[in-house]
């Protein structure tokens, strides 16, 4: 039973903490030990708090036994993804060269997801400073790995956080994504991955040219789950002077799957980028399928020009503020293939810096225009399915621009909320992700329409396809568990 207690749902384990069945403590010791046999095999986690995590549990249970959870997510585990900090652990950022020192308090979205109960079971590991779309670097000796297929990364930078859930280790995860960073790793993993609009999620620290690219979500295993999350990391916080307004109490209440009555266009390839004949495959089979149940589908072009030449420059000149607080005596400590990047970006200039920022506003200009004519815009979530352990990021054989941002980024730099669902696997068996985007401020249009696909696709979860994970002892929760922890 324990492998199903990894997989129960937000509301199928507060369903079980109501009356009695499961204990928040069951719960979290399921994951802890099976973060424990299957660590050594992902190399998903730059730390557990097994203590903080079974104290946390303990104390949900109480709240549980007394009829008083605070929440639904009261006793749910969850991951953070080390970049963000939490209270009394090291932010490492994936890097050498990064402050050691334990953070002196949580980030807002830590300190929400606390003030509803969730349960931290620990940090998950990014590549340095969040730089490429794969989840290795520096500061580990292994690579993280795909729990689909071990042969294969999980993407990046929030690589370790999908891993993790799509391993059946923690229910959520919470990730961040500058260019994609939710999205591919949801993607690859077979998960549902939401960037909201920029701002939504409040995050107390913005750095240099990436600091208003970057959003907070979740990834998590069905929709559900992460509009039961999505409500409580989006609660104010006033150190992000980015923040959105805080949204109205009930903004994601009675929320019904749509299809029908939402008007979208499907681009399959954005700024001269195609998908490769396998995933094209997957995902016009899934949109197929989606207009034989009534949603009213407009084929479009590439919609918007090439990201390289306007954003390159942009791209480069964020790692640059960052090789630029970095000690100079530590660079060789860096990912080499980061520190090239980022020397080229001491020399972006300003004028170079502001023509990106007119970029954005075009690209902003442009896609409100499909926006005009259309609810919601469908595309591929990327144009490959994983890559293999080892691949070498922005290479004539792996390129940024070509294989590993094209369809999430433009999104990025407008602002726009983002979704991927899975809908469906290539004949190697590796999950394929559909991306769904709204205007800004659109996150319930999407997860509305992101209910309706995943209802009408009905696609195998990742807990039936994991490939080269050991076979579980049988153990779980008895009849009226005890509650006390």
């Not at 292994?142 to 071990?150: C, D, I, M, S």
């Not at 077979?190 to 979500?217: I, Y």
């Not at 954005?270 to 016009?284: Q, S, T, Y």
Request: with cysteine; aromatic share 6%; net charge neutral.
């Amino acid at each position: 039973m324990s492998d199903a207690l990894c997989f129960l749902s937000i509301a199928e384990l507060s369903a079980r903490y109501a009356d009695g069945t499961c204990s928040p403590v069951d719960i979290v010791r399921a994951h802890l030990t099976r973060a424990a046999r299957l660590e050594p095999k992902l190399q998903a986690f730059q730390l557990i708090d097994e203590d903080g995590a079974l104290r946390a549990a303990a104390a949900s249970a109480a709240r549980w036994r007394a009829g008083r959870p605070v929440g639904a997510l009261d006793g749910v585990p969850l991951t953070i993804k080390d970049n963000v900090d939490v209270a009394g652990f090291p932010t490492r950022h994936g890097s050498r060269t990064s402050d050691d020192a334990p953070a002196e308090t949580d980030a807002p979205v830590v300190a929400r997801l606390r003030e509803a109960g969730a349960v931290i079971l620990g940090k998950t590991r990014l590549p340095e400073f969040g730089w490429k779309g794969l989840t290795d670097g520096p500061l580990h000796d292994q690579p993280t790995r795909n729990p689909w297929n071990l042969a294969h990364t999980p993407g990046g930078s929030s690589g370790g956080a999908a891993a993790c859930v799509a391993a059946g280790i923690g229910t959520v995860a919470f990730g961040n994504d500058g260019g994609g960073s939710i999205r591919g790793p949801a993607s690859f993993c077979g998960l549902f991955g939401l960037k909201p609009t920029f701002g939504r999620v409040p995050h107390d620290k913005h750095e240099g040219p990436f600091g208003t690219l970057v959003a907070g979500g979740p990834i998590t295993r069905s929709v559900a789950d992460a509009i039961i999350t999505l409500d409580v990391m989006a609660r104010p916080d006033d150190r992000d002077w980015f923040a959105l307004p805080p949204p109205p109490a009930g903004w994601l209440a009675a929320l019904r799957p749509r299809l029908r009555d939402l008007r979208f266009a499907y681009a399959p390839e954005l700024g001269g980028v195609a998908p490769d004949a396998e995933v094209r495959r997957v995902v016009e089979a899934a949109v197929a399928t989606l207009a034989a149940q009534g949603a009213r589908i407009t084929t479009l072009g590439p919609i918007i020009d090439p990201l390289r030449p306007s954003f390159e420059a942009y791209w480069l000149a964020g790692f640059a503020k960052r090789l630029r607080a970095i000690p100079p005596a530590r660079h060789d400590e860096m990912d080499p293939q980061l520190r090239r990047l980022a020397e080229q970006g001491l020399a972006v200039g300003i004028e170079a810096l502001l023509a990106g920022e007119a970029a954005r506003a075009a690209l902003g200009r442009r896609l409100g225009a499909v926006h005009r004519e259309y609810d919601l815009l469908l595309t591929p979530s990327m144009p490959h399915a994983a890559p293999t352990v080892g691949t070498i990021y922005h290479t004539d054989a792996y390129d940024r621009w070509r294989d590993g941002v094209p369809y999430s980024l433009p999104f990025n730099l407008t602002g726009q909320p983002a979704a991927t669902l899975p809908c469906g696997v290539t004949h190697t068996g590796l999950p394929v992700g559909l991306q769904v985007v709204g205007p800004r401020f659109a996150e319930r249009a999407i997860l509305e329409a992101c209910l309706g696909i995943e209802q009408a696709l009905g696609v195998v979860p990742p807990a039936a396809r994991l490939r080269g994970l050991a076979s579980e002892p049988r153990s779980g929760c008895g009849p009226r568990a005890n509650l006390t922890g």
